[in-house]
């Protein structure tokens, strides 16, 4: 239960960081972000390491697992966070936000299948509460400018409300959604496999090396002529957001770590989906005049929190609690796929 606890936690994280991120690209560049979050977040993890004195196990991990420490961090931190962070510039975080989510059923394929690890009935039915909570959270939030539209009256006036925000590059947009999905629905399983290679080892040590690798390569984006001027041109409202939003994926990817290194990939992976739903919430506080909140919201709240519940509760205890009859039980928890 510790892991589902960290993994809950690294998703309201991920979601603050996420809404902070948005807030800084509104008017901001996704390099100016990435310039920011990549470095500052390998910082973090150094402190973090230094401050739970766990800096000399930097050491301790062998060759495979730097391998899959370093693969996981240019994965996550550069290739996928910059297919993120460009397709919600393309076409908006509300129609990127559902491509993005199939990022579940690709790590949960990678699991059956290199990890063999197990896919219950029950496992499945709560996956897939998530995933159909997930997106219905997204359904209408397409919405979210015009429902948030102020008032006004006159023809020029009016005309001008109905006019979109911004035109979505679709075509492109998606194509860079897929990148993302498929980024992070790989990460987890390389962190995992990291380490299981290296039982016992401190998952802030990890994040340092794998936030080094990624660092190192990211470094290589700045080499493009005109990289260094877009930096510099950051305003000092969007570097506050950038700041925070490279403290708090942190912060987050600690957490996930730490959930990875406890429990099983089957089961970290569908509680992580959950900070879709602390993002929603978050940028009504946030980003109030950028989402919108409805009826399709809290009932993908709901779909989405009891599947994390059918994903992480053992079956054999939820059925002792309901009671469920034995052929209930048997088939809840028939194994569908893994060893």
Known sequence: ML??????????????????MRRGVVTGSVLQGMALTVPIGGISFLLMAIAFGVLDQLLVFPTAALFWLAAQGVVHFVFGRYCNFKSNQLMGVNLAAPVIQLQVPFAMMLAVVMLHEKFTVLQGIGSALML???????????????????????????????????RPQVFSGYIFAFGAAA?????????????????????????????????????LALLKPGSWQDIKDMKLENLQWF??????????????YAS?????????????????????FLSQLINRDHEVMNSAVLIGTFAAVLGSILVSVPTDELATLFGFPLPVAEFLRYRLAGH
């Open 132 to 166: 159909g909570g997930a997106f219905t959270t997204q359904a209408n939030a397409d919405n979210s400018n015009r429902a948030s539209a102020p008032m006004s009256t006159g023809p020029a006036k009016r005309q001008a409300r109905h006019k979109p925000a911004f």
């Open 183 to 219: 980024c992070y629905g790989a990460s987890p399983l390389m962190a995992r496999e990291a380490f299981l290679r290296a039982p016992g080892a401190s998952t802030v040590a990890g994040g340092c090396l794998a936030y080094a690798a990624a660092t190192l390569v990211f470094s």
């Open 3 to 20: 892991g589902v606890l960290y993994a809950a936690l690294g998703a309201f994280t991920f979601a603050l960081n996420n809404a902070a």
């Open 243 to 256: 700041l925070a939003a490279a403290v708090l994926v942190a912060i987050s990817q600690a957490l996930v």
């Open 260 to 280: 990875l290194a406890i429990a099983p990939l089957m089961v970290v992976t569908p509680i992580l989906q959950l900070s879709l739903v602390f993002r929603l």
